[in-house]
């Protein structure tokens, strides 16, 4: 079961994304694949066990410590 840590961006990398607001204890999305990913910054799950095609492109704001997650595999600068 690969992990990843997610990469953190700006809010203004974020500006017009659909943000997914995560809860601190319990995942944004779990099931449907082997991926788990992680808050870049603090290490909480995010996404648990989640098809790679359910990761692609996500924001996710991290409830535990607030910071904007990204999905590692597609970030562009």
Not at 5 to 27: C, F, R, S, V, Y
Not at 29 to 50: A, F, I, N, Q, S
Not at 57 to 68: D, F, N, T, Y
Request: proline share 5%; aromatic share 2%; net charge negative.
């Amino acid at each position: 079961m690969p992990q990843f840590n997610m990469i953190l961006i700006t809010p203004q990398e974020a500006a017009g994304a659909d943000i997914l607001e995560h809860t601190a204890g319990k995942p944004v999305r779990e099931g449907g694949g082997d991926e788990t990913y992680r808050c870049g910054r603090c290490k909480t799950t995010l996404l648990v066990d989640v098809d790679h095609h359910d990761a692609h492109g996500v924001v996710i704001r991290c409830g535990k410590c607030g910071a904007l997650n990204t999905e590692p595999h597609h970030h562009h600068h």
